[in-house]
């Protein structure tokens, strides 16, 4: 009789003492773009988090309905897909102290909501860590730089690209104007950091030097803000640093398309962008000392964006464990202690 071959019969053992230690649940799902498989190793998790092809589908849902919209959004990708990263020499020749010689501070920019509930939350906001506006030596050109994290904060990357979408759009529109100006882009860069996601963009555009907005040019400039608004594009930051005229020629100058949106959606909160009205002549002198319009006069004018309203952390200043009483709880209470008096 043939002797029987225990090889495999040890392997198997051997497998099955591996197999006892990894712990499997038959329960565990996987995120939907991996097949389902009956048994699954648990693993830990990312919370889904959208990509900046999320925020491009759902802001520019209304592209075949609308055609403006529809060359705006090609225009996006146009944008999006002609970043450069090598940065002109006249950039990387700044030193980094010297960066900001026109605004070095954050801005609170705008949110963003998403309506697809496969996401960890709804609401996305502009997130960065430093922003710099500079004018090169030569004061031809102006650099905007902003430093934020693509992968924690794709919608910043969404937001900072419709930015330059926006301004090279009106710039395409104003171009023939006799009496308006745009800051023309003439390069955009985007630049990576790290490994981590860690990166920079930096806009290259025209230097304009320009003046405050004087009286008489307040109708050309609303007249420029109605043209842009015909095209879809709404500015939402009409204040007095974002609307000037040029010292050379004085021509309305129109800045800063960081908050622009391609719909108008009003905001009764806006207070110190240019307005106009059938019932309330614009107030010029409160706008240029950047005076806030009264509440119950905003219903009735008609802002070309004025200022949208910003998204605040709130701070948590409540103690845990302790509750709010009521004030029916604070009556009973104040009775109690009257009956113990007495």
Not at 115 to 141: H, P
């Amino acid at each position: 009789m043939a002797s029987l071959d225990t090889t495999h019969k040890d392997d198997d053992n051997e497998v099955s003492e591996i197999t006892k230690k990894i712990n499997i649940s038959p329960s565990m799902s996987r995120p939907p773009s991996r097949p389902l498989s009956r048994l699954t190793i648990e693993t830990p998790t990312e919370p889904n988090t959208p990509i900046e092809d999320d925020f491009i589908n759902q802001y520019f849902k209304d592209k075949t309905e609308n055609p403006k919209i529809k060359r705006i959004y090609e225009k996006y990708l146009e944008v999006k897909n002609s970043f450069e990263d090598n940065l002109p020499e006249t950039y990387n020749n700044i030193n980094e102290e010297d960066k900001g010689t026109i605004k070095k501070d954050k801005s609170l920019g705008w949110e963003i909501i998403l309506n697809d509930n496969q996401f960890d939350r709804k609401s996305f906001v502009y997130t960065i860590n430093n922003q710099f506006v500079t004018k090169s030596e030569d004061e031809t050109t102006i650099f905007k730089e902003i430093q934020f994290n693509k992968f924690k904060s794709p919608q910043t990357l969404f937001m900072v690209t419709l930015e330059i979408t926006m301004q090279k759009m009106a710039y395409d529109i104003v171009k023939t104007e006799d009496n308006v100006k745009v800051p023309e882009i003439t390069n955009h860069y985007l630049v990576g950091l790290d490994n981590a996601g860690s990166c920079k963009i930096i806009i290259e555009m025209e230097f304009i030097e320009h003046i405050q907005l004087k009286k008489n040019n307040v109708i050309p400039a609303m007249n420029a803000l109605e043209l842009l608004r015909f095209n879809n594009i709404f500015h939402f930051d009409t204040h007095k640093d974002n609307i000037v005229q040029a010292s050379d020629d004085n021509k309305v100058v129109i800045l800063d398309f960081g908050k622009a949106q391609i719909n108008k959606n009003p905001d009764i909160s806006s207070g110190s962008g240019l307005y106009n009205s059938k019932t309330v002549d614009f107030n010029y002198d409160k706008w240029i000392t950047h005076e806030i319009t009264e509440k119950a006069m905003r219903i009735v004018v008609d802002f070309y964006g004025g200022i949208k309203k910003k998204y605040k952390r709130r701070k948590h200043t409540r103690k845990i464990g302790k509750k709010r009483k009521s004030k029916k709880t604070k009556r009973k209470s104040k009775k109690h202690n009257q009956r113990i008096s007495k």
